[in-house]
Protein backbone atom coordinates (compact mmCIF):
# COMPACT_ATOMS: atom_id res chain seq x y z
CA UNK A 1 0.00 0.00 0.00
CA UNK A 2 1.79 2.95 -1.49
CA UNK A 3 0.40 6.22 -1.03
CA UNK A 4 -1.68 8.12 -3.34
CA UNK A 5 -2.28 11.36 -4.93
CA UNK A 6 -6.02 10.79 -2.94
CA UNK A 7 -4.19 10.15 0.74
CA UNK A 8 -1.29 12.93 0.22
CA UNK A 9 -4.12 15.63 -0.61
CA UNK A 10 -5.95 14.66 2.38
CA UNK A 11 -3.41 14.57 4.68
CA UNK A 12 -2.25 17.98 3.37
CA UNK A 13 -5.21 19.53 3.94
CA UNK A 14 -5.49 18.02 7.77
CA UNK A 15 -2.46 19.11 8.44
CA UNK A 16 -2.88 22.83 7.18
CA UNK A 17 -6.33 23.11 8.87
CA UNK A 18 -5.41 23.59 12.76
CA UNK A 19 -8.68 22.05 14.41
CA UNK A 20 -7.73 18.65 11.89
CA UNK A 21 -4.31 18.70 13.45
CA UNK A 22 -4.92 19.04 16.61
CA UNK A 23 -7.67 15.75 15.99
CA UNK A 24 -4.88 14.01 14.34
CA UNK A 25 -2.22 14.56 16.86
CA UNK A 26 -4.16 13.16 19.72
CA UNK A 27 -5.07 10.34 17.34
CA UNK A 28 -1.42 9.90 16.67
CA UNK A 29 -0.26 9.99 20.42
CA UNK A 30 -3.12 7.81 21.35
CA UNK A 31 -2.64 5.18 18.73
CA UNK A 32 1.37 5.61 19.41
CA UNK A 33 0.50 4.39 23.20
CA UNK A 34 -2.01 1.75 22.98
CA UNK A 35 0.01 0.09 19.94
CA UNK A 36 3.11 0.27 22.03
CA UNK A 37 1.16 -1.07 25.49
CA UNK A 38 -0.21 -4.12 23.52
CA UNK A 39 3.53 -4.80 22.08
CA UNK A 40 5.22 -4.81 25.65
CA UNK A 41 2.53 -5.75 27.31
CA UNK A 42 2.81 -9.51 25.22
CA UNK A 43 6.10 -9.04 25.17
CA UNK A 44 7.08 -8.52 28.87
CA UNK A 45 4.41 -11.27 29.31
CA UNK A 46 7.15 -13.44 28.21
CA UNK A 47 9.98 -12.33 30.20
CA UNK A 48 7.49 -13.03 33.68
CA UNK A 49 6.89 -16.39 32.11
CA UNK A 50 10.53 -16.65 30.98
CA UNK A 51 11.41 -16.35 34.79
CA UNK A 52 8.47 -18.17 36.69
CA UNK A 53 7.08 -20.39 34.21
CA UNK A 54 9.03 -22.04 31.33
CA UNK A 55 12.33 -23.48 32.97
CA UNK A 56 10.22 -26.16 34.24
CA UNK A 57 7.51 -26.73 31.77
CA UNK A 58 9.59 -26.40 28.87
CA UNK A 59 12.94 -27.66 30.31
CA UNK A 60 12.25 -30.20 32.71
CA UNK A 61 15.37 -32.50 32.53
CA UNK A 62 17.48 -29.38 33.48
CA UNK A 63 18.58 -28.45 36.87
CA UNK A 64 17.52 -24.70 37.98
CA UNK A 65 20.47 -23.05 37.30
CA UNK A 66 20.93 -25.08 33.71
CA UNK A 67 16.68 -24.49 32.81
CA UNK A 68 17.00 -20.68 33.70
CA UNK A 69 19.79 -20.37 31.46
CA UNK A 70 18.22 -22.30 28.42
CA UNK A 71 14.46 -20.02 29.07
CA UNK A 72 16.60 -16.98 29.40
CA UNK A 73 18.32 -18.43 26.05
CA UNK A 74 15.03 -18.36 24.83
CA UNK A 75 14.11 -14.68 26.34
CA UNK A 76 17.35 -13.12 24.16
CA UNK A 77 16.81 -14.40 21.16
CA UNK A 78 13.58 -12.07 20.95
CA UNK A 79 16.54 -9.83 21.37
CA UNK A 80 18.66 -10.86 18.65
CA UNK A 81 15.45 -10.79 15.70
CA UNK A 82 14.58 -7.07 16.96
CA UNK A 83 17.43 -5.36 14.38
CA UNK A 84 15.85 -7.96 11.38
CA UNK A 85 12.40 -5.91 12.27
CA UNK A 86 13.91 -2.93 12.71
CA UNK A 87 15.79 -3.58 8.76
CA UNK A 88 12.81 -5.02 7.61
CA UNK A 89 9.69 -2.62 8.81
CA UNK A 90 12.35 -0.06 8.58
CA UNK A 91 12.31 -0.49 4.99
CA UNK A 92 8.60 -0.60 4.42
CA UNK A 93 8.21 2.21 7.21
CA UNK A 94 10.55 4.71 4.76
CA UNK A 95 8.80 3.30 1.78
CA UNK A 96 5.14 3.21 1.54
CA UNK A 97 4.51 4.79 5.15
CA UNK A 98 4.43 4.95 8.69
CA UNK A 99 0.54 4.10 9.60
CA UNK A 100 0.43 0.46 7.34
CA UNK A 101 3.60 -1.10 8.71
CA UNK A 102 2.59 0.00 12.20
CA UNK A 103 -0.70 -2.21 11.51
CA UNK A 104 1.55 -5.11 10.24
CA UNK A 105 3.60 -4.97 13.44
CA UNK A 106 0.67 -5.12 15.75
CA UNK A 107 -0.77 -8.14 14.32
CA UNK A 108 2.33 -10.15 14.19
CA UNK A 109 2.66 -10.08 17.48
CA UNK A 110 -1.03 -10.02 18.66
CA UNK A 111 -1.43 -13.32 16.62
CA UNK A 112 2.31 -15.03 17.81
CA UNK A 113 1.47 -13.91 21.43
CA UNK A 114 -1.70 -15.63 21.09
CA UNK A 115 0.02 -18.78 20.06
CA UNK A 116 2.36 -19.27 22.84
CA UNK A 117 -0.66 -18.58 25.34
CA UNK A 118 -2.26 -21.84 23.62
CA UNK A 119 1.49 -23.92 23.03
CA UNK A 120 1.27 -27.23 25.63
CA UNK A 121 4.79 -28.32 26.74
CA UNK A 122 7.64 -30.38 26.87
CA UNK A 123 5.73 -33.34 29.06
CA UNK A 124 3.10 -33.49 25.71
CA UNK A 125 4.86 -31.83 22.57
CA UNK A 126 8.69 -33.44 23.65
CA UNK A 127 11.24 -31.63 21.86
CA UNK A 128 8.67 -29.44 19.58
CA UNK A 129 7.77 -27.53 22.14
CA UNK A 130 10.68 -25.68 23.01
CA UNK A 131 11.94 -25.39 19.20
CA UNK A 132 8.32 -23.90 18.94
CA UNK A 133 8.74 -21.43 21.47
CA UNK A 134 11.52 -20.02 19.88
CA UNK A 135 10.26 -19.44 16.52
CA UNK A 136 7.24 -17.69 18.76
CA UNK A 137 9.58 -15.34 20.24
CA UNK A 138 11.56 -14.99 17.13
CA UNK A 139 8.31 -13.37 15.56
CA UNK A 140 7.60 -11.72 18.36
CA UNK A 141 11.41 -9.73 18.22
CA UNK A 142 10.72 -9.21 14.50
CA UNK A 143 7.73 -7.23 15.59
CA UNK A 144 9.01 -5.40 18.09
CA UNK A 145 11.52 -4.18 15.79
CA UNK A 146 9.74 -2.78 13.39
CA UNK A 147 7.01 -1.45 16.11
CA UNK A 148 8.91 1.16 17.98
CA UNK A 149 10.72 3.79 15.42
CA UNK A 150 6.86 3.70 13.58
CA UNK A 151 4.49 4.73 17.19
CA UNK A 152 7.81 7.19 17.81
CA UNK A 153 7.55 9.06 14.33
CA UNK A 154 3.77 9.06 14.41
CA UNK A 155 3.33 11.07 17.79
CA UNK A 156 6.50 13.46 16.63
CA UNK A 157 6.25 13.78 12.99
CA UNK A 158 2.19 14.73 13.47
CA UNK A 159 3.23 17.05 16.35
CA UNK A 160 4.43 20.70 17.19
CA UNK A 161 8.13 20.48 17.22
CA UNK A 162 8.60 22.19 20.01
CA UNK A 163 7.24 19.33 21.90
CA UNK A 164 8.59 16.65 20.38
CA UNK A 165 10.44 14.87 23.22
CA UNK A 166 6.80 15.15 25.09
CA UNK A 167 4.83 13.60 21.91
CA UNK A 168 7.79 11.27 21.18
CA UNK A 169 7.63 9.92 24.71
CA UNK A 170 3.37 8.40 24.48
CA UNK A 171 5.03 5.80 22.43
CA UNK A 172 7.72 4.94 25.42
CA UNK A 173 4.40 5.29 28.04
CA UNK A 174 3.84 1.65 26.20
CA UNK A 175 6.60 0.00 28.50
CA UNK A 176 5.66 0.62 31.81
CA UNK A 177 1.91 0.42 30.92
CA UNK A 178 2.25 -2.62 29.03
CA UNK A 179 4.62 -4.09 31.98
CA UNK A 180 1.88 -2.99 34.59
CA UNK A 181 -0.71 -5.14 32.30
CA UNK A 182 1.52 -7.88 32.03
CA UNK A 183 3.39 -8.47 35.29
CA UNK A 184 -0.45 -7.26 37.17
CA UNK A 185 -1.98 -9.77 35.19
CA UNK A 186 0.76 -12.58 36.23
CA UNK A 187 0.68 -11.17 39.65
CA UNK A 188 -2.71 -11.68 40.25
CA UNK A 189 -2.91 -14.72 38.85
CA UNK A 190 0.00 -15.84 40.37
CA UNK A 191 -1.91 -14.55 43.88
CA UNK A 192 -5.46 -16.13 43.35
CA UNK A 193 -4.45 -19.54 42.16
CA UNK A 194 -2.61 -22.44 43.63
CA UNK A 195 0.70 -22.90 42.38
CA UNK A 196 -0.19 -25.87 40.15
CA UNK A 197 -3.30 -23.99 38.82
CA UNK A 198 -0.91 -21.38 37.73
CA UNK A 199 1.68 -23.49 36.35
CA UNK A 200 -0.83 -25.23 34.31
CA UNK A 201 -3.00 -22.97 32.71
CA UNK A 202 -2.85 -19.67 35.02
CA UNK A 203 -0.59 -18.14 33.22
CA UNK A 204 -1.88 -18.90 29.79
CA UNK A 205 -4.98 -16.45 30.17
CA UNK A 206 -3.25 -13.18 29.78
CA UNK A 207 -1.36 -14.16 26.51
CA UNK A 208 -4.84 -15.33 25.44
CA UNK A 209 -6.20 -12.21 26.37
CA UNK A 210 -3.65 -10.11 24.12
CA UNK A 211 -5.85 -11.09 20.77
CA UNK A 212 -8.81 -9.02 22.26
CA UNK A 213 -6.44 -5.56 22.73
CA UNK A 214 -5.17 -6.44 19.21
CA UNK A 215 -8.62 -5.73 18.05
CA UNK A 216 -8.70 -2.11 19.98
CA UNK A 217 -5.63 -1.12 18.82
CA UNK A 218 -6.17 -2.32 15.14
CA UNK A 219 -9.57 0.09 15.43
CA UNK A 220 -7.37 3.29 16.58
CA UNK A 221 -4.50 2.71 14.48
CA UNK A 222 -7.12 2.30 11.42
CA UNK A 223 -8.12 5.58 12.21
CA UNK A 224 -4.80 7.71 11.76
CA UNK A 225 -3.23 9.73 8.72
CA UNK A 226 -0.18 9.21 7.30
CA UNK A 227 2.30 12.15 8.78
CA UNK A 228 2.30 15.24 7.04
CA UNK A 229 6.17 14.97 7.18
CA UNK A 230 6.31 11.99 5.52
CA UNK A 231 3.30 12.81 3.47
CA UNK A 232 5.54 15.80 2.51
CA UNK A 233 8.69 13.67 1.34
CA UNK A 234 6.82 11.57 -0.47
CA UNK A 235 5.38 14.27 -2.91
CA UNK A 236 8.97 15.96 -3.15
CA UNK A 237 9.58 12.13 -4.69
CA UNK A 238 12.38 12.69 -1.51
CA UNK A 239 11.65 8.61 -0.51
CA UNK A 240 14.63 6.37 -1.02
CA UNK A 241 14.08 2.74 -3.02
CA UNK A 242 16.71 1.48 -0.61
CA UNK A 243 15.80 3.23 2.75
CA UNK A 244 17.81 0.64 5.11
CA UNK A 245 21.00 0.77 2.81
CA UNK A 246 21.11 4.46 3.13
CA UNK A 247 20.48 5.30 6.26
CA UNK A 248 23.83 2.59 7.20
CA UNK A 249 25.91 4.08 4.58
CA UNK A 250 25.21 8.19 5.32
CA UNK A 251 24.43 7.96 8.96
CA UNK A 252 26.35 4.85 10.01
CA UNK A 253 27.57 6.84 12.92
CA UNK A 254 24.35 7.82 14.20
CA UNK A 255 22.92 4.46 14.36
CA UNK A 256 25.76 3.24 16.36
CA UNK A 257 26.06 5.73 18.71
CA UNK A 258 22.01 5.36 19.23
CA UNK A 259 22.73 1.90 20.18
CA UNK A 260 24.88 2.78 22.65
CA UNK A 261 23.77 5.17 24.26
CA UNK A 262 20.87 2.58 25.31
CA UNK A 263 23.27 0.26 26.80
CA UNK A 264 22.73 1.81 30.82
CA UNK A 265 19.02 2.46 29.88
CA UNK A 266 17.70 -1.52 28.49
CA UNK A 267 20.32 -3.74 30.14
CA UNK A 268 19.96 -2.88 33.81
CA UNK A 269 16.14 -2.56 32.85
CA UNK A 270 15.61 -6.05 32.28
CA UNK A 271 17.50 -6.70 35.21
CA UNK A 272 15.33 -5.21 37.45
CA UNK A 273 11.94 -6.38 35.61
CA UNK A 274 13.17 -9.84 34.91
CA UNK A 275 16.33 -11.44 36.18
CA UNK A 276 15.15 -9.60 39.95
CA UNK A 277 12.60 -12.48 39.83
CA UNK A 278 15.06 -14.94 40.27
CA UNK A 279 17.91 -13.70 41.96
CA UNK A 280 15.27 -12.34 45.09
CA UNK A 281 12.78 -15.38 45.18
CA UNK A 282 15.75 -17.91 45.46
CA UNK A 283 16.26 -15.81 49.30
CA UNK A 284 13.97 -18.22 51.26
CA UNK A 285 12.00 -15.50 52.88
CA UNK A 286 11.08 -13.99 49.19
CA UNK A 287 7.99 -15.18 47.46
CA UNK A 288 7.51 -14.40 43.85
CA UNK A 289 4.24 -12.58 44.39
CA UNK A 290 6.42 -10.05 46.91
CA UNK A 291 8.97 -9.56 43.80
CA UNK A 292 6.41 -8.73 41.02
CA UNK A 293 4.72 -6.18 43.57
CA UNK A 294 7.75 -4.30 43.72
CA UNK A 295 8.09 -4.39 39.75
CA UNK A 296 4.62 -3.54 39.46
CA UNK A 297 4.79 -0.09 41.34
CA UNK A 298 8.26 0.73 40.27
CA UNK A 299 6.62 0.63 36.59
CA UNK A 300 3.18 2.63 37.92
CA UNK A 301 6.46 5.14 39.10
CA UNK A 302 7.84 5.02 35.83
CA UNK A 303 4.56 5.99 34.00
CA UNK A 304 3.85 8.94 35.54
CA UNK A 305 7.99 9.95 35.47
CA UNK A 306 8.07 9.14 31.37
CA UNK A 307 6.02 12.03 30.14
CA UNK A 308 7.67 14.71 32.84
CA UNK A 309 11.28 13.88 31.69
CA UNK A 310 10.38 14.45 28.17
CA UNK A 311 8.98 17.71 29.28
CA UNK A 312 12.43 18.53 30.94
CA UNK A 313 14.33 17.54 27.72
CA UNK A 314 12.39 20.11 25.61
CA UNK A 315 13.18 22.46 28.21
CA UNK A 316 16.84 21.64 28.91
CA UNK A 317 17.86 19.57 26.50
CA UNK A 318 18.07 16.16 25.61
CA UNK A 319 21.46 15.36 26.50
CA UNK A 320 21.36 17.14 29.94
CA UNK A 321 18.48 15.02 30.49
CA UNK A 322 19.70 11.88 29.68
CA UNK A 323 22.96 11.52 31.07
CA UNK A 324 21.81 12.55 34.65
CA UNK A 325 20.04 9.22 34.07
CA UNK A 326 22.96 7.00 32.84
CA UNK A 327 24.63 8.63 35.58
CA UNK A 328 22.67 7.51 38.42
CA UNK A 329 22.30 4.13 36.78
CA UNK A 330 25.61 3.59 37.46
CA UNK A 331 25.58 4.55 40.90
CA UNK A 332 22.67 2.64 41.86
CA UNK A 333 24.49 -0.72 40.73
CA UNK A 334 26.31 -1.92 43.98
CA UNK A 335 23.44 -0.32 46.37
CA UNK A 336 20.84 -2.22 44.49
CA UNK A 337 22.31 -5.87 44.89
CA UNK A 338 23.57 -4.72 47.99
CA UNK A 339 20.39 -4.21 49.28
CA UNK A 340 18.93 -7.43 47.11
CA UNK A 341 21.25 -9.74 49.00
CA UNK A 342 20.74 -8.60 52.87
CA UNK A 343 18.15 -6.29 52.60
CA UNK A 344 14.87 -6.90 54.34
CA UNK A 345 11.79 -6.68 52.76
CA UNK A 346 11.36 -2.94 52.83
CA UNK A 347 14.38 -2.45 51.86
CA UNK A 348 14.23 -4.45 49.20
CA UNK A 349 10.52 -3.27 47.82
CA UNK A 350 12.33 -0.15 47.87
CA UNK A 351 15.29 -0.43 46.31
CA UNK A 352 13.61 -2.47 43.68
CA UNK A 353 11.07 0.28 42.83
CA UNK A 354 13.93 3.29 42.86
CA UNK A 355 15.43 1.29 40.26
CA UNK A 356 12.95 2.67 38.01
CA UNK A 357 13.98 6.51 38.42
CA UNK A 358 16.89 6.46 36.60
CA UNK A 359 15.55 4.09 33.34
CA UNK A 360 12.48 6.76 33.22
CA UNK A 361 15.40 9.67 32.96
CA UNK A 362 16.47 8.31 30.15
CA UNK A 363 14.02 6.29 28.28
CA UNK A 364 11.51 9.37 28.66
CA UNK A 365 14.10 11.68 26.10
CA UNK A 366 15.41 8.72 24.29
CA UNK A 367 12.71 8.68 21.83
CA UNK A 368 12.85 12.10 20.42
CA UNK A 369 17.03 12.02 21.25
CA UNK A 370 17.31 9.26 18.78
CA UNK A 371 14.08 9.94 16.95
CA UNK A 372 15.60 13.08 15.71
CA UNK A 373 19.07 12.45 14.56
CA UNK A 374 17.69 11.13 11.16
CA UNK A 375 16.19 12.92 8.23
CA UNK A 376 12.49 12.13 7.41
CA UNK A 377 12.88 9.97 4.48
CA UNK A 378 15.43 7.82 6.16
CA UNK A 379 13.92 7.99 9.91
CA UNK A 380 12.22 4.55 10.37
CA UNK A 381 15.25 2.90 9.64
CA UNK A 382 17.71 4.40 10.98
CA UNK A 383 16.13 4.96 14.18
CA UNK A 384 14.76 1.72 14.40
CA UNK A 385 18.54 -0.18 13.62
CA UNK A 386 20.02 2.36 16.10
CA UNK A 387 17.42 1.39 18.83
CA UNK A 388 17.29 -2.00 18.26
CA UNK A 389 21.09 -2.86 17.42
CA UNK A 390 21.46 -2.14 21.52
CA UNK A 391 19.10 -5.11 22.13
CA UNK A 392 21.86 -7.59 20.80
CA UNK A 393 24.62 -6.57 23.01
CA UNK A 394 22.20 -5.19 25.68
CA UNK A 395 19.04 -5.87 26.80
CA UNK A 396 18.81 -9.79 25.18
CA UNK A 397 22.34 -11.36 27.03
CA UNK A 398 21.50 -9.57 30.06
CA UNK A 399 19.93 -11.63 32.26
CA UNK A 400 21.70 -14.46 30.82
CA UNK A 401 24.88 -12.89 31.12
CA UNK A 402 24.20 -12.05 34.56
CA UNK A 403 23.06 -15.54 35.85
CA UNK A 404 26.41 -16.40 34.08
CA UNK A 405 28.22 -14.10 36.12
CA UNK A 406 26.80 -14.96 39.45
CA UNK A 407 27.32 -18.72 39.09
CA UNK A 408 30.89 -18.03 37.99
CA UNK A 409 31.76 -15.66 40.62
CA UNK A 410 29.64 -16.39 43.52
CA UNK A 411 29.24 -12.62 44.22
CA UNK A 412 26.02 -10.09 42.90
CA UNK A 413 28.41 -7.42 42.60
CA UNK A 414 30.11 -8.71 39.39
CA UNK A 415 26.64 -8.01 37.94
CA UNK A 416 27.09 -4.32 39.68
CA UNK A 417 30.40 -4.35 37.50
CA UNK A 418 28.27 -4.87 34.17
CA UNK A 419 25.85 -2.36 35.08
CA UNK A 420 28.42 0.46 35.64
CA UNK A 421 30.46 -0.61 32.53
CA UNK A 422 27.27 -0.40 30.54
CA UNK A 423 26.70 3.09 32.02
CA UNK A 424 30.11 4.34 31.11
CA UNK A 425 29.50 3.37 27.24
CA UNK A 426 25.92 5.14 27.30
CA UNK A 427 28.13 8.75 28.73
CA UNK A 428 30.55 8.50 26.11
CA UNK A 429 28.22 7.80 23.25
CA UNK A 430 25.63 10.24 24.41
CA UNK A 431 28.42 12.69 24.51
CA UNK A 432 29.54 11.74 20.83
CA UNK A 433 25.70 12.57 19.66
CA UNK A 434 24.46 15.89 19.13
CA UNK A 435 22.03 16.94 20.27
CA UNK A 436 19.12 18.60 18.01
CA UNK A 437 16.35 19.27 20.58
CA UNK A 438 15.79 22.58 19.26
CA UNK A 439 16.72 21.73 15.67
CA UNK A 440 13.78 22.09 12.51
CA UNK A 441 13.74 18.21 11.88
CA UNK A 442 11.32 18.71 9.05
CA UNK A 443 14.43 21.07 7.40
CA UNK A 444 16.97 19.24 4.76
CA UNK A 445 19.32 21.66 5.53
CA UNK A 446 20.21 20.39 8.89
CA UNK A 447 21.45 17.05 7.74
CA UNK A 448 23.58 15.59 5.28
CA UNK A 449 21.81 14.36 2.87
CA UNK A 450 22.80 11.20 0.29
Known amino acids: MVLGDNDVTHTAATAESSAGRRVQVRRAALASAIGTTIEWYDFFLYNTAAALVFPHLFFPASSSYAGAMQSFATYAVGFAARPIGAAIFGHWGDRIGRKATLIVTLLLMGISSGVVGLLPGTATLGFAAPLILVLLRLVQGIAIGGEWSGSVLLAMEWGDQRKRGLLASFAQVGVPVGLVLGTGGMTLLSATLSPAAFDSWGWRLPFLASLVLVGVGLVIRLKILETPMFTAAVSAKRTSRTPVLDAVRHHWREILLSAGLRFSEQM ?171 ADIDDASVYRRP
Not at 385 to 412: K, N, R
Request: glycine share 10%; hydrophobic share 50%.
Open 268 to 438: PFYLFTSYVLIYVVERDEFGKTFVLNAVLVGAALELAMIPWFSQLSDRFGRKRVYLTGAVLTGLLAFPYFAVLTNGGHVAVFVVAVLAFVPHALQYGPQAALIGESFPTHLRYGGAGLGYQLASVFAGGPAPLIATWLLHETGTPYSISVYIVLAAVITVLCVLGLPDRSR
